[in-house]
């Protein structure tokens, strides 16, 4: 790989690595403009986590993982 391959892969990894560090602060501001407060997100957020939570803690009670042996 040449050097000048190697200074484009660079930035292109630097553009992207800026771009999902710079995604919360543009989500919360688009929110706000959008008529949402950051609390009806947090509550938002929270009510998918826990509804994600109740899901697997009853999946794993009432339904255990089949575990595949090692056949050799």
Do not use: C, N
């Amino acid at each position: 790989m040449a050097i000048g391959d190697q200074a484009a892969e660079l930035v292109r990894s630097d553009v992207v690595a800026s771009a999902v560090k710079s995604l919360p602060p543009v989500s919360v501001v688009s929110m706000h403009w959008l008529g949402f407060q950051l609390s009806d997100l947090v509550m938002a957020t929270t009510l998918i986590y826990t509804v994600l939570q109740i899901f697997a803690l009853i999946r794993d009670k009432f339904w255990p993982h089949k575990r595949k042996s090692k056949r050799e």
